[in-house]
């Protein structure tokens, strides 16, 4: 007997030290149980002191990774994570509209929280003018919120009004995730605004942890198995962030200076 599990796609970069990336997507499909395909943008090398040496694939070898999943399986959630560059882009854009691989998150990767740059500085007007309508769910984190909104990081309501913006902007529901680079910090909130313009807040303790790579890979993967398994998008958004509260609270000792979370963390 076959079982049968939801098959999803990653989109995204892989990266060699495994705590980010497609490899980090790859872990949390594992731990939601649905199937986890890969359609890989570039490829990173580095280890927990940082990235250092990527390339990038082809236009013409993206396409036919979508294609050769298209005409052999059910996608039925994709996310994007590390794209690169704007032809990349252009190019993801153009084959996820071509096929039927279900709701798109969009975590729009920019840098690292350790300060290497995953995106080309050129291609931010690609990523707003053909990803972000694709995108069910987008899931910035604070400096990509401000990248992408164009507002004021210092305003009181920033995480607010950058959502409204990026929803103005085609993206159906939209979490903007909290700072966490404050002095004496001792929680984090993110902000979700949902299609229907509802709105809630998330607040989990701040850990104060060197291993916290992949936090918002992981994260917009839970998001992206969990539409997979056919539940409401602001389910998906409140497990999800549970979970990664999991995996950072957990964690593993991996790597000498900053290590990926723990995948296998329940609570
Ligand atoms: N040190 C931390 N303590 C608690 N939660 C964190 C910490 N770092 C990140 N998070 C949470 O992890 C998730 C991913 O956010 P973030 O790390 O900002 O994304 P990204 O990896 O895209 O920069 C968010 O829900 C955020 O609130
Ligand atoms: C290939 C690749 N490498 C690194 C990242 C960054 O992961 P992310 O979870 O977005 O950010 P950090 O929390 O690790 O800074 C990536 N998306 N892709």
Redesign the pocket.
């Known amino acids: 007997m076959l079982n049968d599990y939801p098959q999803v796609v990653t989109i995204?970069?892989?990266?060699s030290d495994g705590?980010?990336?497609?490899q980090?997507d790859l872990l949390t499909f594992f731990a939601k149980q649905v199937y986890g395909a890969t359609i890989i943008t570039?490829c990173?090398s580095g280890n927990s002191f940082g990235?250092h040496a990527g390339v990038n694939m082809s236009a013409d070898f993206i396409s036919q990774e979508f294609k050769d999943l298209a005409n052999d399986f059910h996608i039925r959630a994709a996310k994007t994570?590390?794209l690169a560059d704007a032809d990349i882009i252009n190019t993801v854009a153009n084959n996820y509209e071509k096929y039927d691989f279900g709701p798109l998150v969009v975590?729009p990767?920019i840098i690292?929280?350790?300060g290497?740059m995953?995106l080309e500085h050129a291609a931010y007007e690609t990523l707003v003018q053909r990803l972000i309508p694709l995108a069910e769910v987008l899931t910035p984190?604070f400096f990509e919120a401000v990248k992408l909104s164009g507002l004021d990081p210092d305003l009181p309501d920033f995480q607010a009004q950058a959502a409204h913006q990026l929803q103005k902007m085609g993206a159906r529901n939209v979490m903007v995730k909290g700072r966490h680079d404050q002095d004496n910090q001792t929680t984090v909130t993110d902000y979700v605004l949902l299609e229907n313009g509802d709105s809630f807040e998330m607040t989990e303790p701040y850990y104060e942890t060197t291993h916290?790579?992949?936090?918002?890979?992981?994260l917009s993967a839970a998001i992206t198995a969990e539409l997979g398994l056919g539940k409401s998008v602001e389910t998906t958004i409140r497990n999800a962030k549970k979970y990664v509260d999991a995996c950072i609270k957990n964690g593993i000792n991996v790597g000498h200076q900053f290590g990926p979370i723990n995948h296998w963390a329940t609570k």
């Open positions: 995204a970069g892989s990266d705590s980010a990336g497609m980090a570039a990173v990235i994570g590390m975590d990767v690292t929280k350790h290497d995953l984190n916290k790579n992949g936090t918002g890979d992981t």
